[in-house]
């Protein structure tokens, strides 16, 4: 299977299952839960990732060279040539597998392979942090068991947290100068891109968590 249909089926998969189930359960759709449980779909699939950042750290730098010399000798695009490398299904969730990833994404920003920056830090720290609460707040807007300020106010947690570590990261990448290394194609891809999914999907989070506080209830998912 193809790196980037795992990934995709792994979203689709999650995020499918809560948009069914709540059409099993209250028979509507609501577009706000549709686009959180794809968000926090995403975030699980990421957080994934970070954990393996974190078990294969000291093979980041290896990877990343492996890739440099890969662009230079092919003239290929390492991001494309891993999101469609074949892997078994046997290794999907290997850590070897996804360190790859960050062995290519090292290329863009080196931060990755250096413990001491934010950017390794503050990713690791979601991968461990976030997916509990981001299956208990999927959970709670699918189907409400919890009180609905109660769900705001871990909605306003999570959200808020990923607007801001996204802005500092984005700041430190500018501030240190790593945008010199690479052209400003590469930037808008692999940078703005990514990070601005990061920012602009919280926002709409943090705004629907507040209106859960201050309504007392899920009107601002369709309940």
Known sequence: MRIWLFTCCCVVLVAGAAIVLRFWVVGDFDIAH???SFFLAVNLVVSYW?????????????????????RLATGKIPAVEFL??????????????????????????SSYTDRKTFGFNADIANGIVTPFL????????????????????????????????TSVYITSFFITGRHRLIDRKEILIYIWTPNLFWILLPIFGFYVSVRLILDGSYVALGF
Do not use: M, N
């Open 50 to 70: 970070e954990i393996c950042l974190l078990l294969r750290i000291d093979a980041i730098e290896e990877r990343k060279q492996h890739w440099k010399t890969f």
């Open 34 to 36: 549709v686009v959180l």
């Open 84 to 109: 469609t490398k074949s892997v078994s299904v046997g290794r999907v969730f290997s850590p070897r597998v996804w360190s790859d990833l960050w062995g290519v994404y090292s290329l863009y920003d």
């Open 134 to 165: 981001s299956v208990l707040l999927l959970g709670t807007i699918t189907i409400p068991f919890l009180p609905a300020r109660v769900a705001g106010i871990l909605g306003v947690l999570l959200f808020w947290q990923w607007i801001y570590v």
